[in-house]
């Protein structure tokens, strides 16, 4: 079989959307699959709305993600170059040829002119379509209508009857009336390809065997099938990916969340956990195993297990995966990755002291199955690395407002002060053995402990977490507690029964 030579084509007009993060994985997924090449072109011939920081940013989030590419940006290739704005004169000369073949014409009809038409077709209730005003033009005409300083366009001649069939490896046949595509134009009239005409050229051109894209472009595809033939370039591979929808099946936007893979990984997404949801998006595995690393992906992945209907976004899928990476993943791993996330929250220094990344170590493995996503995990951990936490409300409720609360923290503060050695398992037997003596569960001391060490109700063993807090931090957030159950809360509560 030939070898398999796929390509993912952004333009590069914002950010890469989770979309566009998907199409592209679905291509390398395939040339990772087949041994085969994924190439990574820019389409940038937009040059309104092309920005190089755009460039920049999608570049910077395939990278992020794994995507690497065997030919594109940065490292060339045969086929290059791999921006489309750096490859104008091939799409002059290809146009130059069918305009020569009588298989394109130049049109001079202004926007006004055509505006004019479509209002006046849409008048009469028919669809409005270019007319084909410009199809037999003699050199006089052109040579008037340039004096008149017009600037052409370049279209196609599409035949005005019978059908264009797009056979698509995940949708089947889909037929298109050619009634319904117009000449269409190839290049604008400032010189520019358009989009289906460059990219025609181009997936010809780099030798493309399949062309997997979002669904969105299926419409064009016919479109794309005509210039093939105009330009008797052999029809590669189509395979059109279903949508993306929000959960409401409305279509995905800003309103549901973060969309695009930087936000994702501001979030504190792990890219293992994005790649393995996006691959789920629309493919599913033979087996029922969900979390699934890349190289079983890779070594499963086909596209006729892709399916034709629409894939539904689903934020909590994603972080309950993302959750399942943050706890299997090697623990240095996991902390090199929520190192920028504690310095963005000022819970650790620039560059942190070595003992700081020891205690953010040791708190990690504490605490990492309680996290979704990185900015999870630094919430768990935060009381580690900073003193300034406040009591969580209805903890205060439960466990402080109780007659005989400062009491029980007396206890606890003695045992933290005296219990040696200051090991978890020797903590938590003195407890133990302490709330024997005082007739009370444990618990009765272990949760104002808690809440007195980490302003929280919920979170690791209470044991190992006292012990990695240290003895003295542990003694000093006690006593703390208990100026605060004895000097601040009644006033607090006699301010709020005179309310
Ligand atoms: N530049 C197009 C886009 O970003 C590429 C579509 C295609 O893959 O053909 O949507
Ligand atoms: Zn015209």
């Not at 003295?472 to 000097?487: C, G, M, N, T, V």
Request: aromatic content about 8%; glycine content about 6%; overall charge negative.
């Amino acid at each position: 079989m030939e070898k398999v030579r796929v390509r993912f084509a952004p333009s590069p007009t914002g950010k890469l959307h989770i979309g566009g993060a998907r199409t592209a994985l679905f291509n390398w997924l395939l040339a990772r699959h087949t041994g085969g090449t994924f190439v990574l072109r820019i389409e940038d011939t937009d040059t309104e709305r092309s920005t190089q920081a755009s460039v920049d940013q999608i570049i910077s989030s395939l990278k992020w993600l794994g995507l690497d590419w065997d030919e594109g940006p940065e490292i060339g290739g045969e086929y290059g170059p791999y921006f489309q704005s750096q490859r104008l004169h091939l799409y002059e000369e290809k146009a130059q040829e069918l305009i020569d073949k009588g298989l394109a014409y130049l049109c001079y009809c202004t926007p006004e002119e055509l505006e004019a038409k479509r209002e006046e077709a849409r008048r009469q209730g028919k669809a409005p379509r270019y007319d084909g005003h410009c199809r037999n033009l003699t050199d006089q005409d052109r040579v008037r209508l340039a004096a008149e300083g017009r600037q052409p366009v370049v279209r196609l001649k599409v035949p005005a009857e019978g059908e264009t069939v797009v056979d698509d490896i995940i949708r089947g046949r889909v037929v298109f009336k050619n009634e319904v595509l117009d000449d269409f134009i190839i290049v604008k009239s400032n010189g520019m390809p358009t989009y289906n005409y460059a990219c025609v050229i181009d997936d010809y051109a780099m030798k493309l065997t399949h062309i997997i894209r979002a669904e969105e472009h299926l419409s064009n595809t016919p479109r794309q099938i005509l210039l093939y033939q105009a330009l008797g370039y052999e029809l590669p591979q189509f395979a059109h990916v279903p949508m993306i929808l929000a959960p409401d099946r409305s279509k995905l936007s800003k309103r549901h969340g973060a969309t695009s893979v930087e936000e994702f990984r501001e979030e504190g997404y792990l890219p293992e956990a994005i790649i393995n949801y996006l691959a789920l998006l629309g493919w599913s595995p033979e087996g029922t195993d969900e979390v699934m690393p890349i190289e079983r992906i890779v070594e499963e992945f086909s596209i006729d297990r892709v399916s034709k209907t629409a894939a539904i976004y689903d934020v909590k899928k994603l972080a309950w995966i993302n959750g399942h990476y943050l706890r299997e993943l090697p623990l240095e791993r996991i902390v090199a990755e929520v190192i920028p996330f504690m310095q963005k929250h000022g819970l650790l220094a620039a560059s942190p002291e070595p003992a700081k990344l020891e205690l953010l170590t040791k708190a990690v493995d504490l605490t990492r199955d309680r996290a979704k996503t990185l900015e999870e995990l630094v919430d768990v951990v935060s009381y580690f690395f900073s003193d300034d936490f406040e009591y969580e409300e209805k903890g205060v409720r439960k466990h402080f407002v109780p007659a005989g609360a400062g009491e029980i923290l007396r206890q606890a503060k003695e045992i933290i002060a005296s219990v040696e050695p200051f090991e978890h398992q020797v903590i938590e037997e003195v407890y133990r053995t302490r709330a024997e003596e005082l007739g009370i569960k444990p618990a009765k001391l272990i949760h104002p402990t808690r809440l007195a060490v980490s302003g929280r109700t919920i979170g690791p063993g209470l044991f190992e977490l006292v012990e990695l807090l240290g003895r003295e931090k542990s003694l000093e957030r006690i006593d703390r507690a208990i100026s605060f159950i004895e000097q601040e809360l009644p006033a607090q509560i006699a301010a709020n029964d005179n309310k």
